[in-house]
């Protein structure tokens, strides 16, 4: 394990960071009107897309949390199994809330869940790199060319 300290520290978070609001830019950029539409992979709209962003940080807050207090993570022993019933859970808590909630929500699950990174000391975040790049960067990454094509396909021709 290599400690994240001093300049790869603050370039870890600057990426972190960089890659959010790449996030927050593609959601910005889909109209408002069309973020409960259901025109993304899966049958998702924008709002469940944000909405299971926000869950995961929320996730990975706890997680990072039970490390700076010394508690041992929950183990899970069957991960595809957990992921599935996590999703489905995240999308049937915020599937009938306004726009404005979710929103609300993923702006707080984010702010809580940089927090909790930018708390991290550099042992424990050596340790917990892979899963702040989980939850946000890759994470992330995993659905802005969805954002960015959803906007292009309601955009006019030029």
């Given at each position: ?50 909405a ?12 990072l ?10 183990r ?49 975040l050596?340790?917990?790199e ?28 030029r």
């Amino acid at each position: 394990m290599t400690l994240v300290t001093g300049e790869r520290r603050e370039a870890f978070l600057a990426d972190e960071k960089d890659a959010r609001a790449t996030w927050d830019a593609a959601v910005a950029a889909v109209p408002v009107t069309a973020v409960a539409d259901r025109v993304l992979a899966d049958d998702r709209s924008v709002k469940d897309l944000v909405a299971h962003i926000a869950a995961w940080e929320r996730w990975a807050e706890e997680r990072l949390a039970a490390r700076i207090e010394g508690r041992a993570p929950v183990r899970i022993p069957d991960w595809h199994a957990f992921e599935h019933d996590f999703n489905a859970r995240a999308h049937a808590r915020w599937r009938d809330e306004p726009w404005d909630a979710v929103a609300a929500e993923a702006a707080a699950a984010y702010a809580a869940f940089r927090e909790r990174v930018e708390q991290l000391d550099d042992e424990q975040l050596a340790r917990a790199e892979e899963l702040i790049k989980g939850c946000g960067s890759r994470h992330y990454a995993e659905y802005v060319g969805q954002l960015r094509d959803l906007v292009d396909r309601l955009s006019p021709p030029r």
